[in-house]
C-alpha cells in the first residue's frame, strides 16, 4: 500500500475513535440539559426513597431537568430535594412536586405539575405542594394481607408547609 | 596457527546438544580474514548449528567465539560490534516480505545507524546496484525469483559494509547452473567488497573451487582442515568418504547393473 | 500424581514469567527501537482501519438484539422506558469492550500471530537479531502501543453504533418512543461506566496483543512441531488463549468496579 494512503486511512480511523470518545463523554456529561442558564429550587418530601441526584425532572413526561442534591432536614426528618431546571421553564407558585417511578420497577423521578398562580417560583424558592414516592413495599405487603383500605392509599398528598 | 591479527573468528571447544543429541561436540576452528572460507559437511552434520552458534542466535552449550581478538558471549558491547561488522546470509533468504526490495535493503542501515535518509538511499541503491538489482527496487521478495532473492539477500547481507559474511547453505535447493552463479557472486563480492566469508555447504566440487580454505564437519567435529588442493589429495578416510561419494555412487549403481546382462 | 501436579504448576509459573519478560521487554524496547511511528502507524491500520467494518457490524447487530430481547423483558413490567439504561449499560459496561476485543482477536490477533510465526519460521526474525535490531521492539512493541489506543477506540465505535442499533429496533420497530429512548440512554452512561469501558478495552488490548505476539514469537520453539503446523498450532493457541483471558480479565476488571 502507498504510504500517503496509510496514512491517510490511519488519521481517518484515529479521527473516527476520537470522535466516538467525545461523543459518548457528552453523552455522559449533562446528559439533555442544555448548556443554558438554569435555576434551582427546593422541595420537601416525606420520603425521598429511590431518588437520587442526577434523576430527572420531568414536566408533562418531559425531561426537562434533574435532581442536583438530596439532604435530610434534621429538624423534623424531611428530605429536601434541590432540583436544577432551565431559566426558560417559569413554574407558578402553586406547582406541584411529585416523586414517581417510570414502570413498576422503574427509576424514580421528579414530576412537577404547573400550578395556575400568576405568581411564578423565584430561584431558591421552595415548592410548597409535594407527594412523596410511594412505598412500594409497605404497599405489596399491606396487599398480601389483605389490608388495602383507604387509610392505606397512603400515598399521602403529604403537603406539607415549612 | 596464525596471529590474532590476520585471524578474524576463533571458535574453541564449541559443544552444542539438542534434547540429549549432541550436534556439535568441541569444535576449533580459526578463520583467517580476507578469504573464502568454506565449511563442508553431510546433510545433518550439523553444519547450520555450528553457523547460528557463530552468528549468535543459538546459544552454544559450551566453547567460546572470539571475533577480532575479542571474546564474544556475555560482553554485550563486544556482541553489539560483532553484530554491527558481521552479516548472514540466511539458507531460506529470510527477507522481509511485506518490505520491498529497496526497503529490505535499507533495513539494517535505518534499524542500527544514525545516517540521514537521503545517505541510506544512495548507499541502499549502491548495494542493489552492486548485485545488479536496482531495476526491481520496488518489487516485493514473493515477486523475485530464486537466484534474485539471492542476490537480494546479498545486497542486504553486505550493506553495512560487514567485515565477516556468514553463508548459511547458499546453494540449497538450486540446480548446478545456480549453484555455480552463487558461488561465482560470492566469490566476487567477497572480492570486490573485501570482507571474510565463512560458507557452510554440502556442494563439494563448486566450494573446492571457489574457496581459499576448507574444513570438513562430521559427527560434530572438525575432521579436517586445510587448501582445496590438500583436500583433494587427503587420504583421511572420512574425507575421502565424502568427496569421493560419487565414485562410490558410479560403484554401487555398476553392482546393481552388473547382474543382469540384459540390461545392455 | 502429585509430582505432575508439581511439574505442571512450575511449568505455568515459568510460561508466566516468561511472558511477563517477554511483555516487559517489548515496552523497555520503546525508546531504543527507531523509526517507531512508521511501524505504529502501520500497526494502528491492521488493528484499526482493517477491523474496523466488522466492529461496526457486530455493534449494530448487538444493538439491534439488546433492543429486541430488552423490549420484551421490559415491556411485561411496563418499564419500557428504561430500553435505553439497559441497552447502553450492556454496551458500555460489557458488551462494547467485550465483543470488540474478541473480534479484534479474530481479526487482527489471529494475523499477527500467524505473520510473526512466518517470521520466525523463515529466519526473518533470527535475521533480525544478526543486524543487531531488537526483533521484540520492531515487530512486537508498535502492535503493543498500538493496541493500547486502538482497542478503546473500537470500543468506543462499539457503543456508538450499539446505541443507534437499539435504538432502531427498540424505537423504531417497537414500542419505545425515540426521546424516552435516548433520555434514558443520557441518564444512564455516566463517566464512571466510560472509564470502566476504556480502561478495560485497553487492557484487553494489551492482553490479547500480547499473548498473540508471545505465542507467534515463539511459534516452534518450545513445541515439538515446526514449520506450517507450528505456525497453525501457535495461531490457534494465540486466538483461544487471548479470547480465554479476555474473559477473565474481564470478569476481574468488573468485580473490582462494581
Not at chain 1, 417559569?90 to 414517581?100: C, E, G, N, V, Y
Not at chain 3, 521487554?25 to 488493528?47: D, N
Not at chain 3, 519460521?121 to 493496541?147: F, H, K
Amino acid at each position: 500500500m502507498k504510504k500517503s494512503t496509510l496514512e491517510f486511512l490511519v488519521g481517518v480511523f484515529v479521527l473516527l475513535g476520537i470522535a466516538a470518545v467525545v461523543h459518548l463523554s457528552l453523552r455522559a456529561g449533562s446528559g439533555t440539559l442544555g448548556d443554558g442558564d438554569t435555576y434551582v429550587i427546593e422541595s420537601r418530601f416525606a420520603n425521598a426513597g429511590g431518588l437520587h441526584s442526577g434523576s430527572s425532572v420531568l414536566v408533562s413526561g418531559v425531561t426537562v431537568g434533574r435532581v442536583e442534591d438530596i439532604r435530610m432536614d434534621p429538624e423534623d426528618y424531611s428530605a429536601i430535594v434541590t432540583l436544577r431546571i432551565p431559566t426558560a421553564l417559569r413554574l407558578p407558585t402553586d406547582s406541584m412536586a411529585s416523586i414517581k417511578s417510570s414502570g413498576l420497577i422503574g427509576d424514580k423521578h421528579v414530576t412537577l405539575s404547573p400550578g395556575a398562580d400568576e405568581t411564578h417560583l423565584e430561584p431558591g424558592a421552595r415548592i410548597l405542594m409535594t407527594e412523596s414516592a410511594v412505598d412500594l413495599e409497605s404497599l405489596i405487603g399491606k396487599m398480601a394481607f389483605g389490608a388495602v383500605d383507604d387509610e392505606s392509599t397512603e400515598s399521602t398528598p403529604a403537603a406539607e408547609t415549612p | 596457527m596464525g596471529a590474532a591479527s590476520s585471524c578474524i573468528l576463533g571458535i574453541r571447544g564449541l559443544s552444542k546438544s539438542f534434547h540429549g543429541r549432541e550436534v556439535l561436540s568441541g569444535i576449533d576452528l580459526e578463520v583467517p580474514s580476507g578469504m573464502i572460507f568454506t565449511v563442508l559437511g553431510p546433510s545433518g552434520a550439523g553444519k547450520s548449528v555450528f553457523l547460528k552458534c557463530v552468528a549468535g542466535i543459538v546459544p552454544p552449550d559450551a566453547g567460546a567465539i572470539s571475533f577480532d581478538g575479542r571474546p564474544l558471549g556475555r560482553d554485550a558491547r563486544a556482541m553489539r560490534d560483532f553484530r554491527r561488522r558481521c552479516g548472514v546470509l540466511f539458507q531460506g533468504n529470510a527477507l522481509f516480505d511485506s518490505l520491498t526490495a529497496l526497503e529490505n535493503v535499507s533495513l539494517p542501515l535505518e534499524q542500527t545507524t544514525r545516517l540521514d535518509k537521503e545517505e541510506i538511499q544512495s548507499r541502499s541503491l549502491e548495494a542493489l546496484r552492486q548485485l545488479e538489482m536496482e531495476d526491481f527496487r520496488d518489487h516485493h521478495p514473493g515477486a523475485l525469483s530464486g537466484g534474485m532473492q539471492k542476490r537480494l539477500a546479498l545486497a542486504r547481507a553486505i550493506v553495512t559494509q560487514p567485515e565477516l559474511v556468514l553463508f548459511d547453505e547458499p546453494t540449497a535447493g538450486l540446480d548446478p547452473l545456480r549453484r555455480n552463479a552463487v558461488f561465482a557472486m560470492i566469490a566476487k563480492y567477497q572480492r570486490l567488497a573485501g570482507f571474510t566469508a565463512l560458507v557452510v555447504t554440502h556442494d563439494v566440487p563448486e566450494a573446492l573451487v571457489a574457496s581459499d580454505r576448507v574444513a570438513l564437519l562430521e559427527k560434530g567435529r572438525i575432521q579436517f582442515e586445510g587448501t582445496p588442493a590438500d583436500f583433494t589429495s587427503s587420504t583421511h578416510p572420512v574425507v575421502a568418504q565424502f568427496r569421493d561419494s560419487e565414485a562410490a555412487l558410479r560403484a554401487t549403481i555398476a553392482a546393481i547393473r552388473s547382474p543382469e546382462p540384459a540390461a545392455a | 500424581m502429585i509430582r505432575s501436579v508439581g511439574r505442571v504448576s512450575l511449568d505455568v509459573v515459568e510460561g508466566l514469567g516468561d511472558f511477563s519478560l517477554f511483555v516487559g521487554r517489548s515496552f523497555f524496547s520503546v525508546p531504543g527501537t527507531r523509526r517507531l511511528w512508521r511501524r505504529f502507524a502501520r500497526a494502528v491500520h491492521e488493528q484499526g482501519t482493517v477491523c474496523l467494518p466488522v466492529v461496526l457490524i457486530v455493534g449494530v447487530f448487538t444493538g439491534l438484539v439488546l433492543g429486541l430481547q430488552g423490549y420484551h423483558v421490559l415491556s411485561r413490567f411496563g418499564s419500557e422506558g428504561l430500553l435505553g439504561t439497559m441497552v447502553s449499560l450492556s454496551l458500555v459496561r460489557e458488551m462494547a469492550p467485550v465483543l470488540a476485543a474478541l473480534m479484534l482477536i479474530g481479526q487482527a490477533g489471529s494475523a499477527f500471530a500467524a505473520e510473526l510465526g512466518i517470521q520466525r519460521n523463515t529466519e526473518q526474525i533470527a535475521a533480525l537479531e544478526t543486524m543487531g535490531v531488537d526483533s521484540v521492539g520492531y515487530l512486537v512493541a508498535p502492535r503493543l502501543l498500538a493496541a493500547l489506543l486502538v482497542y478503546p477506540f473500537q470500543a468506543a465505535l462499539f457503543v456508538v453504533v450499539g446505541l443507534w442499533g437499539g435504538s432502531v429496533s427498540g424505537s423504531m420497530l417497537l414500542g419505545v418512543d425515540s426521546g424516552v429512548y435516548w433520555s434514558a440512554v443520557d441518564r444512564a452512561i455516566e463517566f464512571r461506566d466510560l472509564r470502566e469501558c476504556f480502561s478495560k478495552a485497553a487492557v484487553f488490548g494489551l492482553l490479547a496483543t500480547s499473548i498473540c505476539a508471545y505465542q507467534g514469537f515463539h511459534a516452534g520453539l518450545n513445541h515439538s512441531a515446526s514449520g506450517a503446523r507450528a505456525v497453525s498450532a501457535a495461531t490457534t493457541r494465540a486466538v483461544v488463549l487471548s479470547s480465554i483471558m479476555v474473559l477473565v480479565g474481564d470478569y476481574i476488571i468488573s468485580s473490582f468496579f462494581v
